[in-house]
């Protein structure tokens, strides 16, 4: 089997051997085409089954385990069958019909998993039963670091409990955390938000599920995250296998699972630094609820304008109110205005 470059590359970003500039050139080829994304998600998937198995910490060169893969799997194909001259690869040739032949992937998942099977005996771990309970209050947001090492930053009115007691590393969250997670494929990590679980096989991403707004959001800074639904509709959505820059949303009121518009990574957790942004094409309603949280403050707004989508926007807390909420009222032709109790009245003829 001679590997190709995505293929080297797709191997170096499942070792966590990839550098940036390498990253970029993956994630080009990875969004060049469909067939491209889901190459590398089933990649991604068959090395999670794998990587479940054990965690375990030696010196691997990456040509010497190709090497050894390619031995195995050019061995297994001469029982039976004639070997072939040409050797499966991962390359995706576009403007025309794509026949992927992952035989390859399916005995190298194997072979893995025997690696790792016999790294688990010599190298296994344990944690120790563990739990914690971490809330915050109104303008206060906090850095933790769980039991397993693992970091979070929750953000403000957002309440996260942690448990190991088995397998998994169980978290419940309701509002708002960047996660930073530490590796240990034994112990999966998941991340319960109402109807939402959000897995782990990656390293650091952001969740939002505060229980007044109507979607929560997965967004990927790096690594990459599985998001599922734990509904109990027979036509419940496809698990979503996230990316860095990728955005998974659920839908409280209909129960859809869905990728969103990519975000820039840096943009990921810029609520850390006191910073909100919002991309082009989001809806009002989506924006009304997180600005009342970011500046404490009461807005109500024509139903006929929620629909409205607004341009990219970038606030900063120390940004008057008044000069955010025309940053998001001017560009859909609405106005807005400050009662006397301090509510917001924002209002306007409406869209298209």
């Known amino acids: 089997m001679e590997s190709t470059l995505q293929e080297d590359l797709i191997g170096k970003y499942l070792s966590g051997e990839l550098t940036p500039a390498e990253q970029g050139d993956l994630m080009s080829w990875v969004d060049s085409s469909p067939e491209n994304q889901a190459v590398f998600e089933e990649m991604i998937q068959l090395w999670s089954l794998t990587d479940e198995q054990a965690e375990y910490d030696f010196p691997v060169k990456l040509s010497n ?17 004639q070997p072939s001259t040409a050797k499966p690869s991962l390359q995706v040739v576009h403007n025309q019909p794509t026949i992927r032949n992952l035989n390859w992937v399916g005995s190298a998942a194997a072979a893995i998993a025997v690696l790792v099977f016999a790294a688990w005996w010599i190298f296994g771990r344990e944690i120790t039963p563990q739990s914690m309970a971490v809330s915050t209050t109104l303008n206060e947001s906090r850095s933790i670091t769980l039991p397993d090492s693992s970091k979070v930053v929750l953000n403000e009115n957002s309440n996260l409990s942690y448990s190991y007691a088995g397998k998994n590393r169980e978290v419940q969250l309701v509002g708002e955390a960047f996660f930073e997670v530490s590796k240990n494929p034994q112990h999966p990590f998941i991340i319960h938000t ?4 959000t897995k782990v096989l990656g390293t650091s991403f952001n969740v939002r599920a505060y229980p007044d707004e109507e979607k929560i959001k997965v967004s990927v800074k790096t690594g990459t995250v599985e998001v599922s639904t734990t509904s109990t509709n027979p036509n419940k959505a496809k698990p979503l296998i996230l990316l860095p820059g990728k955005t998974g949303i659920y839908n409280n009121q209909d129960a859809t699972l869905e990728k969103a518009l990519d975000v820039a990574t840096e943009d990921v957790d810029t609520w850390k630094q006191g910073i909100l942004v919002f991309e082009s094409g989001i809806r009002l309603s989506e924006v009304i609820p997180t600005i009342e949280k970011f500046y404490d ?3 109500s707004t024509d139903l006929k304008i929620l629909n409205c989508t607004i341009t990219r926007v970038r606030f900063t807390h120390e940004m008057p109110k008044d000069t955010a909420l025309s940053l998001i009222t001017l560009p859909i032709s609405a106005k807005f205005n400050k009662d006397k109790d301090g509510t917001y009245q924002i209002s306007g003829k409406g869209c298209n």
């Open 65 to 81: 385990a190709w090497a050894v893969l390619d031995q195995r799997i050019d061995n297994s194909t001469t029982v039976g069958t």
């Open 297 to 299: 403050i009461t807005i």
């Open 194 to 197: 109402g109807e939402v679980q």
